[in-house]
T-cell receptor
Framework: DAGITQSPRHKVTETGTPVTLRCHQT?????MYWYRQDPGHGLRLIHY???????DKGEVSDGYSVSRSKTEDFLLTLESATSSQTSVYFC????????????FGEGSWLTVV | LAKTTQPISMDSYEGQEVNITCSHN???????ITWYQQFPSQGPRFIIQ???TKVTNEVASLFIPADRKSSTLSLPRVSLSDTAVYYC??????????????FGQGTTLQVKP
């Protein structure tokens, strides 16, 4: 398995507070992704990165921002958390090259109360 | 981006063969087809990948017709431990591709004793 570490793994926060989730990889993969998963919706792409300081929006990017200042780290920030952002967040990475597979982290459980 | 369509859920019994079909009508020439398995509270993990015809590994087979507009994941003799969500993903990571990867809703497979 690729070395992907998500932190924190579990967090409870209050509505209106900022929250940052971190994804750290040790594989030197070029691409990194943040997905959220909610019952009945599968995996939905929030933001992704195709290189240091190169990021783009996914399907459900409103209310989220990302940053990638180093190859190994991809940060997801909720500027002002809302209850609708209560979810499980998965980070994923893959490398350049046709046919490469994606590796997922173990998830971060976020509850906004 | 190739959109995928899968059945939302399937039921099976232990020992049976299960076939899950994914439709991807606008698959691009460079796109590979990859299937992932996800257990509750875990990140998805790679099962099998193919480009055309048939691919087999120790856990599954993947059938891809000549037009590549669909693919079928075949799980032989399923057991209770195969109960999971299965995702079909179509995409490629070439030098000219930004790597935006969109998952479908996945198929929830329930294996019964």
């Amino acid at each position: 398995d690729a070395g992907i570490t998500q932190s924190p793994r579990h967090k409870v926060t209050e509505t209106g507070t900022p929250v940052t989730l971190r994804c750290h990889q040790t594989e030197n993969h070029r691409y990194m992704y943040w997905y959220r998963q909610d019952p009945g919706h599968g995996l939905r792409l929030i933001h992704y990165s195709y290189g240091v300081k190169d990021t783009d929006k996914g399907e459900v990017s409103d209310g989220y921002s990302v940053s990638r200042s180093k190859t190994e780290d991809f940060l997801l920030t909720l500027e002002s958390a809302t209850s609708s952002q209560t979810s499980v967040y998965f980070c994923a990475t893959t490398d350049i090259g046709v046919g490469n597979t994606i590796y997922f982290g173990e998830g971060s459980w976020l509850t906004v109360v | 981006l190739a959109k995928t369509t899968q059945p939302i859920s399937m039921d099976s019994y232990e020992g049976q063969e299960v076939n899950i079909t994914c439709s991807h009508n606008n698959i691009a020439t460079n796109d590979y087809i990859t299937w992932y398995q996800q257990f509750p509270s875990q990140g998805p993990r790679f099962i099998i990948q193919g480009y055309k015809t048939k691919v087999t590994n120790e856990v599954a087979s993947l059938f891809i017709p000549a037009d590549r507009k669909s693919s079928t994941l075949s799980l032989p003799r399923v057991s209770l431990s195969d109960t999971a969500v299965y995702y079909c993903l179509v995409g490629a990571h070439g030098s000219s591709n930004t790597g935006k990867l969109i998952f479908g809703q996945g198929t929830t497979l329930q294996v019964k004793p």
